[in-house]
């Protein structure tokens, strides 16, 4: 069953059209990778789905209902986590503050709480731990390496407890060894039922990790289907794959 459904998205900027009557889907309890050439519309569907930017056009819906144009915070409430290219977190604080803010207040009532609670502090140092960055639970956020910067920032995702995580590009500037742990964690979660739709250029990544793989180019989806059809389409073959 789908999740996510994006039918006849499209986005443009000025007399460009970053997106045009994009049409794809992340299935619930799968992980879907979303590929194609630089340019090709990736991102910015990203930006649609998690409430960045508002499209021109089309529908967006999770869970069976619509988010189109709503605000990022509110569709976060709603069970969709992100994380970006560049790592957002917030450098004077610690990394354990980090995780702390990363958290939606569950109501108004909750805004005026003390933000000190044990439990939300525990779950934070086991979400550091998961990501095996506990030992830096302490140290300012902007001493970590770009690498771990990552890791934060995916533990902290995860303290909203996401029915579905977009991940854009989680091997992008990060060593061998960092990158097997990011996709051990990844194949874990989504054994426990978390949803993931994953931006990704390294394609070995894509290939191990998804159930189901989207193509992106000029806009547009030109294919979604297994990884192993996707890999023999010659469509992708011939115009993308190499490029990815």
């Known amino acids: 069953m789908a999740l996510l459904e994006l039918r006849n998205v499209t986005k443009t900027y000025g007399g460009i059209v970053a997106v ?19 340019g090709a519309g990736k991102t910015t569907a990203f930006d649609t789905i998690s409430g960045v930017v508002v499209p021109n056009s089309g529908t967006i819906t999770f869970d069976g209902e619509e988010i189109t144009g709503l605000m990022s915070h509110v569709i976060t409430k709603r069970g969709l986590g ?5 790592t957002r977190e917030l450098g ?3 990394v354990l503050e980090n995780m702390v803010v990363s958290e939606i207040p569950n109501s108004f009532s909750s805004l005026f709480r003390p933000r000190t609670e044990s439990d939300e502090w525990d779950r934070a140092m086991d979400l550091l731990s998961f990501v095996g960055i506990q030992r830096l639970a302490y140290e300012p956020a902007k001493r970590l390496s770009y690498g771990q910067r990552k890791l934060l920032e995916f533990a902290a995702v995860l303290m909203t407890e996401p029915r579905l995580i977009l991940l854009d590009e989680p091997a992008g500037g990060v060593n061998p060894a960092l990158l097997e742990r990011i996709m051990d964690r990844i194949e874990e979660i989504n054994a426990d039922g978390t949803s993931f739709l994953i931006v990704e250029h390294n394609m070995d990544v894509v290939m191990r990790l998804s159930h189901s793989v989207a193509v992106m180019a000029h806009g547009q989806v030109i294919v ?5 059809v996707v890999r023999e389409d010659h469509r992708v073959l011939d115009a993308y794959l190499g490029d990815v």
């Open 224 to 228: 979604q289907d297994t990884p192993d």
């Open 82 to 86: 992100r994380t970006f290219q560049i």
């Open 92 to 94: 004077d604080m610690t």
């Open 20 to 38: 045009n009557g994009a049409s794809f889907n992340a299935a619930e309890g799968e992980i879907t990778a979303l590929i194609g050439p630089n």
